[in-house]
């Protein structure tokens, strides 16, 4: 499971930080591990193409790694194609196959970005915390 | 490195636990979740199966000879669980449940919200199972109770003198565990008895690791009440026991209502059956009580003295060699003073990508709060990775354990 990118990206994880005054961000966790995810995203002009993304987070490799490479590929996509993410796209994403306990770890950073995105467009109810 | 004055003989113990050897990709599995649940050994696992194929019945209604036969043991199961934890008073003072945590639910609704108001104070200690504190805290939210909270001291003890000065006249119920599921701690439960006592407090031990690994009496540490699993203690799942005093239990409501616990119904009222009955509303778990009374008599064939000798050697065996590297932090009291466990962190990896990588050795352990999310906050960590020992455990499995560890270290350094 802990193939040598894993490894990488949670050791040396990728666009790791705050910005200043993201158009949108939001928290989550997964409070059986601990695992925290707060991620920062600035969009286009366009009010749609994802320009910028950052996140902070603490917690157990699969979850850190996989936020880090999720920050990577959310560049330049629009958000209606982050909404119809899933599951499958971040087992791909982090290329070995994950135990069902360990998948909610693997998933929340992608959840994070889709609650997010949700709130941002007024489909759902402003959350403070999504929960995994 | 695997020497050991063995206390127990650990091979033949083993040949009853054919699960332990299981492998995975042709590795042997090392089962260290013991706190979590134990195996099950042939002799409980042929009353379970000699139960269901020669006379499985339902109890007390039937004139039958299926239903007499399991009637009888049955009810010998509660006979043999109080003599297992030196109750005098018998089957009187067993009530078969289904965990330690419906036992603890099972007080809390007959007498907690019957007896409990504003101005009542429940004592719990820092280092409670989720099983006790989320009840006691619930049940306190919906009486006007408050409850108050004994913490630990840097090594992981519970700081007695502040229990003195917590528990008082307003102290109703003092719920304490008797061996930390976390950081392996054996509280001293008969000292805290007599605080209560003395302040005509109950006192509730949480016995789910202590009465599967070593001597527990019930009335030398004069505990009003107690409770454990059966599948913490090489029984099924799907059993759990609460002791209580004989006219504590008389005069408690019951808690929950239906068949098999009255004597006398009509339309109006109905009359309680006698004790354990009267709290063994329904079908109870008849088969389960049978075997936890066969797992009795396996524990006690081995000896309670020497289980308790074999864990504390491998648990202090586990704790001299996890903390050889400085980056390994053992949480708890001291090798030479602890339950069979030891929960602890290896330095920049999470628990549960510890626990991830010693699968893939087929080492099992438990990686999380381990219920005792709060007592997590305290140690100022969010998980825990924890080992745990039963009877079937050896040296060389704790050595498999430390390899893997070393492992996990090399794959993150
Ligand atoms: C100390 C302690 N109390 C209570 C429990 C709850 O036991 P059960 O889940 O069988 O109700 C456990 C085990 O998980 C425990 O370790």
Redesign the interface.
Known sequence: MYRQQILDHYKNPRNYGELEDPDIEHVGENPMCGDTIKMFVELADDGDTIERVRFVGDGCAISQASASMLSGELHGKSLETVEAMDRDDVADMLGVELSPMRIKCAVLAEKVAQDAIAIHKGEADPVETTTE | MSKQAETLDVERIREDFPILEREFDGTQLVYLDNAATTHTPEPVVETITDYYRTYNANVHRGIHQLSQEASVAYEEAHDRVAEFIGASGGREEIVFTKNTTESMNLVAYAWGLNELGPGDEVVLTEMEHHASLVTWQQIAKRTGAECKYVPITDEGRLDMEAARELITDDTAMVSVVHVSNTLGTINPVSELADIAHDHDAYVFVDGAQSVPNRPVDVEAIDADFLAFSGHKMAGPTGIGVLYGKQHILEEMEPYLYGGEMILKVTFEDSKWNELPWKYEAGTPVICQGIALAEACDYLDDIGMERIERHEADLAAYAYDRLREHADVEVYGPPADDRGGLVAFNLDG?????LS??LN?SAVAIRA??HCTQPLHDVLG???SARASFYVYNTRAEVDRLVEAVDDARQ??A
């Open positions: 990896v999470h628990a549960h990508d991830s990588i893939d999380g709060d960590t969010a998980a794959l993150f």
